[in-house]
């Protein structure tokens, strides 16, 4: 690529850039030098050709050497409010900048000349810098550097890797990199050194080095030489006593903004072309830099930073236009009625629910069952300990026998007093051994109906001690199922018989069951701190491979509302019973 074409091209990247980043500029153009004329190197906008006003702006400003700011004639510019041309010169004949700008801006005009004059001093550093490397030969080397930067390495890698190579290309002993950030400016590398653990000192040596040139927005060169502009040079001086002598600091320029800052150090005397030289080669790199520390910010910063772009590249009218439209955005959006549901808790239990309880006080002795397991109506499910009323029925058998002989006997002596004595204690026998045959047959626990094991494990409880009436086994129908809905009393109000809604189980939650409330529970139960209702609700078509005991959450449809009385009403109501309570 030929210098003037390099030199189009930068100046093209540039001027698109600042004018978009830049609220207020209608259009602009660059004239660069090309022998002893000037022609034109770059235009913004892209469509089009620059106005003969604008073009003729920058040819005055080469030709008297100074700014302008100048109004075109009336009808000179096209239809709309007339426009002002701010032009300059750029370095040492070496073009013009000039660019168009609303006349109505706020800033006057020696804000907005200083402004274009700041923003103008990285164009030609990077013109300056394109030409010196063009004419020397660096493409390869300038090519080196940039892929250091552009590689897929972090932003702490690529810096250390640039800055030892500038090292050692230049011919510094150290070479450090600081780049703005949310705190302030960090160093973030120095060349052929991985770690600044050890080099505190040092490091806010260097930081305070570099915002010393940041802050006068120049380069600094310490010990100052005689023929340089008067510098505040105190950090210079600090950080010359504890580096090899001699400190270059360089600012790095992105777009008009500093970003950071560049510092050289080496024991011997700087020449006075070094710094010049090695200036343009820090603003061709500068725009890479700060495209690497973007690439490592967060996502949230990033958006911020792109939202202020598009903010700042508007005018004041446009800002207010979007304001509006976004406000009349959400009052429309929260005065639109939508869908109201009621979410809440929900339970599948059994449409009927049996227990087997422990008929009388033993022994567990034996489990056929366990909870998932299906029964038939009359299968056997538990046994209980037999031990104790077989002993108490081989006693009463005994004693039977004994009555119904005395019985016997008295009969045959034709005693009547002992005959029906013998016969009243015969009967206490028998009654009580059909009780404990009763009580026999009842430690055999049968299923009372087809259905589902739901609820006792008792597998681990052999031999365990049970009490009379304790619950040993839950029993439910196999398909017949009910949803239990734990609607939270401030949203029962909103519920009525019939209503719809939609079930989403925890086991089944891409799924939709659809499902109406057949019965509100009028007493509020307590649960988790919190008072609520259980709404009970059938299923529109039974569903297969569902088991009581699943949870999930349930949306019951409530009418439509606002979406701003559905996201605030809550809070409403909550601060309407705090005003009450406390204004009595």
């Known amino acids: 690529m030929t210098q003037g074409a390099a030199q189009s091209a930068l100046a093209q990247r540039w001027l698109s850039g600042y004018c978009e980043r830049e609220s207020g500029v209608k259009s602009a ?27 003729a702006a920058a040819r005055a400003a080469v030709k008297r050497k100074r700014a302008l700011v100048v109004t075109p004639p009336v009808g ?76 897929p390495q972090g932003l702490e890698q690529s810096a250390c890797a640039l800055a030892s190579e500038l090292a050692s290309v230049l011919g510094f002993e150290r070479v450090s990199l600081g780049l703005t950030g949310a705190g302030g400016l960090n160093v973030v590398a120095l060349s052929h050194a991985g770690e600044f653990g050890a080099r505190q000192g040092l490091i806010r040596a260097l930081a305070a080095a570099m915002q010393e040139a940041m802050d006068q ?68 790199l500068a725009p890479l830099i700060e495209l690497k520390q973007r690439a490592e910010q967060p996502w949230h910063k990033r958006a911020r930073e792109g939202l202020r772009t598009y903010w700042g590249g508007r005018t004041r009218r446009g800002r207010r236009l979007a304001w509006l439209a976004g406000f009349s955005a959400s009052l429309l959006l929260a005065l639109l009625p939508i869908d109201h549901r009621i979410g809440a808790p929900a339970r599948l239990e059994g449409a009927v629910q049996r227990v087997v309880a422990a008929p009388t006080e033993g022994y567990l002795h034996a489990v056929h069952v366990r909870p998932g397991d299906e029964v038939k109506s009359g299968q056997l499910l538990a046994e209980l300990a037999q031990q104790d009323l ?55 626990l049968a299923a009372p109906i087809e259905g589902l094991v739901i609820k006792g494990d008792l597998t681990q409880s052999l031999g365990a001690p049970v009490q009379r009436g304790e619950v040993l086994l839950t029993l439910a129908p196999r398909e017949a199922y009910r949803l239990v809905i734990e609607v939270d009393e401030r ?45 009970e609700a059938a299923f529109d078509i039974p569903t297969t491979g569902l088991r009581p005991g699943l949870q999930g959450v349930a949306k019951i449809d409530a009418g439509s509302a606002p979406l701003a009385w559905i996201t605030t009403h809550r809070f409403v109501d909550w601060l309407r019973l705090a005003v009450w309570r406390w204004t009595g």
């Not at 008067?230 to 600090?238: F, G, K, N």
């Not at 010359?240 to 005397?269: D, F, H, Y």
């Not at 009547?416 to 026998?429: D, E, I, P, S, V």
């Not at 499902?515 to 709404?535: C, K, M, Q, W, Y």
């Open 29 to 55: 153009v660059v004239l660069l030098a090309a022998g002893h004329a000037l022609e034109e190197a770059a235009h913004w906008p892209g469509h089009g050709t620059p106005s003969a006003p604008l073009v």
């Open 76 to 151: 000179s510019v096209g239809p709309g409010e007339p426009e002002r041309i701010v032009s300059l010169p750029l370095g040492n004949d070496q073009g013009a900048l000039a660019v168009s700008v609303q006349s109505g801006q706020e800033s006057s005009e020696e804000s907005r000349l200083g402004e274009f004059e700041r923003a103008a001093a990285g164009l030609v550093a990077a013109l300056t810098g394109v030409g010196a490397l063009q004419r020397s030969g660096a493409d390869t080397r300038l090519l080196h550097l940039q892929a250091l930067l552009l590689g």
């Open 217 to 284: 927005a120049a380069s600094i060169t310490y010990p100052l030489s005689p023929e340089a502009p008067p510098r505040i040079v105190q950090a210079h001086r600090a950080l010359a006593g504890l580096g090899p002598g001699t400190v270059l600091s360089i600012p790095l320029v992105s777009s008009g903004q500093i970003i950071g800052a560049l510092c050289c150090e080496r024991a011997g005397v700087l020449r006075d072309e070094e710094p010049r030289a090695i200036e343009p080669l820090a603003c061709v």
């Open 390 to 444: 077989l002993l108490e029925r081989r006693k009463w058998e005994a004693e039977l026998t004994q009555h119904e002989n005395s019985a016997a006997a008295a009969l045959a002596r034709t005693d009547r007093g002992q005959y029906a004595l013998a016969q009243a204690r015969a009967a206490a026998a028998r009654a009580e051994l059909e009780l404990v045959q009763s009580r026999l047959a009842r430690t055999q």
């Open 491 to 535: 949203d029962i109000g909103a519920i009525a018989l019939g209503s719809r809604g939609q079930l989403a189980l925890s086991a089944l939650p891409g799924e939709r069951l659809d499902f109406r409330v057949t019965r509100i529970t009028p007493v509020a139960l307590s649960t988790d701190g919190r008072n609520s209702f259980e709404v």
